[in-house]
Nanobody
Framework: QVQLVESGGGSVQAGGSLRLSCAAS????????MGWFRQPPGKEREAVAT????????YYADSVKGRFTISHDNAKNTLYLQMNSLKPEDSAMYYC?????????????????WGQGTQVTVSS
């Protein structure tokens, strides 16, 4: 059974940075899609950034391009999200997700395994 544990959330001022981590365990395939998603209060969950570990291909939501960077450490089985130039609208619960294969890397409903989330709050 896949287990995903996020960490690194917190409270920062606008313009600041945070680095999220997601430790993964319990899967057997060496290649898979993994990503970060977020859900602001009262809104639907949305994709932030995803990566295919087989090729290293990355995918970003337009709202975070140029500010966020997703990466994956195969040796540590850990996913990262470096968030720079944070804005108040980036405030949300951030979730890590994994799936062996997805047709559309930024579609929320394509991911089968989810972590519990880590809160990010950006104040103006």
């Amino acid at each position: 059974q896949v287990q995903l544990v996020e960490s690194g959330g917190g409270s920062v001022q606008a313009g600041g940075s945070l680095r999220l981590s997601c430790a993964a365990s319990g899967y057997t395939t060496p290649k898979y899609f993994m990503g970060w998603f977020r859900q602001p209060p009262g809104k639907e969950r949305e994709a932030v950034a995803t990566i295919y570990t087989g090729t290293g291909a990355t995918y970003y939501a337009d709202s975070v391009k140029g500010r966020f960077t997703i990466s994956h450490d195969n040796a540590k089985n850990t996913l990262y999200l470096q968030m720079n130039s944070l804005k108040p609208e980036d405030s949300a619960m951030y979730y890590c997700a994994l799936s062996n294969w997805v047709l559309a890397p930024l579609r929320v409903d394509g991911y089968k395994s989810w972590g519990q989330g880590t809160q990010v709050t950006v104040s103006s």
